[in-house]
T-cell receptor
Framework: GESVGLHLPTLSVQEGDNSIINCAYS??????FIWYKQESGKGPQFIID?????DKRQGQRVTVLLNKTVKHLSLQIAATQPGDSAVYFC?????????????FGKGTKLSVIP | TAGITQAPTSQILAAGRSMTLRCTQD?????MYWYRQDLGLGLRLIHY???????GKGEVPDGYSVSRANTDDFPLTLASAVPSQTSVYFC?????????????FGPGTRLTVT
């Protein structure tokens, strides 16, 4: 079956630098993509989402880029802070009537070095 | 607004015993989900419900059952627990399709089956 995967399982970044977390997807029918942040001992928390009719979307210190040609999704975090240390998941939502479900990647652990 | 609540926070359960994990949302979302999260395997969908009165099987439904008697509650039952069901369980909800696929997660229940 098709799945969502991540290029890098761990990422260490110096405080103040920008972070880039990558995600590959293989379901060409997916039209909705979302990033979650999960801190230790907590549930996943929504960061940002994007639809397939967009290439880029910005939030507060975060940007999601979608490259449909190579089926690649990335999350950019500007001026990374210690509080950004967490596991980040990407997920995709397949298109189709009645389909509510998301398929999650395994996650990338981001460690911020003070 | 509380969002999604789960109970208990954690539980140690003897193999062969039954248990129900509780999940309640106050956002009037149509869809609800149960995931298990295991190290290295990410979030895997156990069961879902697109609307009150309906349920469906996810990726790993064996050994679990759910019910959706009303909009707010979505309990997950383990009829006869086995050690392989040791995991962290997350409940989530979403409004539905058509631009509303974003899922909101509860804080999780950590279950240990001995």
């Amino acid at each position: 079956g098709e799945s969502v995967g991540l290029h890098l399982p761990t990422l260490s970044v110096q405080e103040g630098d920008n972070s880039i977390i990558n995600c590959a997807y293989s379901n060409s029918a997916s039209d909705y993509f979302i990033w979650y942040k999960q801190e230790s001992g907590k549930g996943p928390q929504f960061i940002i989402d994007i639809r397939s009719n967009m290439d880029k979307r910005q939030g507060q210190r975060v940007t999601v880029l979608l490259n449909k040609t190579v089926k690649h999704l990335s999350l950019q975090i500007a001026a990374t802070q210690p509080g950004d240390s967490a596991v980040y998941f990407c997920a995709e939502g397949p298109s189709g009537a009645g389909s509510y479900q998301l398929t999650f990647g395994k996650g990338t652990k981001l460690s911020v070095i003070p | 607004t509380a969002g999604i609540t789960q109970a208990p926070t954690s539980q140690i359960l003897a193999a062969g015993r039954s248990m129900t994990l509780r999940c309640t949302q106050d956002m009037r979302h149509n869809a609800m989900y149960w995931y298990r999260q295991d190290l290295g395997l990410g979030l895997r969908l156990i069961h879902y419900s697109n609307t009150a009165g309906t349920t469906g099987k996810g990726e790993v439904p064996d050994g679990y059952s759910v019910s959706r008697a009303n909009t707010d509650d979505f309990p997950l039952t383990l009829a006869s627990a086995v050690p392989s069901q040791t995991s962290v369980y997350f409940c989530a909800s979403s409004e539905g399709p058509g631009g509303k696929e974003k899922q909101y997660f509860g804080p999780g229940t950590r279950l240990t089956v001995t």
